[in-house]
């Protein structure tokens, strides 16, 4: 703080004659492949982050079609299995209705 202090009170009260002024150095065809570059790094940063970003939707996609595969096959088999059950009940107690 005091130092910047310092630095203003002195540009301040001492006069500054015959300062050099640097060049300055411009040139449009620099600002427009400035720019051009700017815009096509921003394009390839955002595609590479979209990218990541659709391949783990992706992924996770698959697990849950396949964790909904499975647990559509176990629900089949139970289905099956009190089917299968039901079923020899039935042919049992049809069995032993016909024994008497």
């Known amino acids: ?3 910047c202090l310092v630095v203003v ?9 015959n300062v050099v002024q640097p060049k300055v150095n411009h040139n449009e065809w620099r600002l427009l492949y ?3 570059f700017l815009l ?3 394009f390839f940063v955002l595609n590479m982050f979209v990218g990541v970003v659709v391949e ?3 992924k996770c996609r698959e ?3 396949h964790e909904e595969r499975a647990r559509r096959v176990a629900e ?4 099956l299995e009190r089917r299968r059950k039901r079923n020899n009940r039935q042919h049992v ?3 032993s209705v016909a024994l008497f």
């Open 93 to 95: 107690a049809s069995s």
């Open 1 to 3: 703080m005091t130092h």
């Open 34 to 36: 400035f720019i051009s």
């Open 76 to 79: 089949h088999a139970r289905k």
């Open 40 to 42: 096509l790094v921003a």
């Open 56 to 58: 783990n939707f992706h």
């Open 9 to 17: 009170i002195t540009v301040m009260f001492i006069p500054v004659v």
């Open 63 to 65: 697990s849950q079609e």
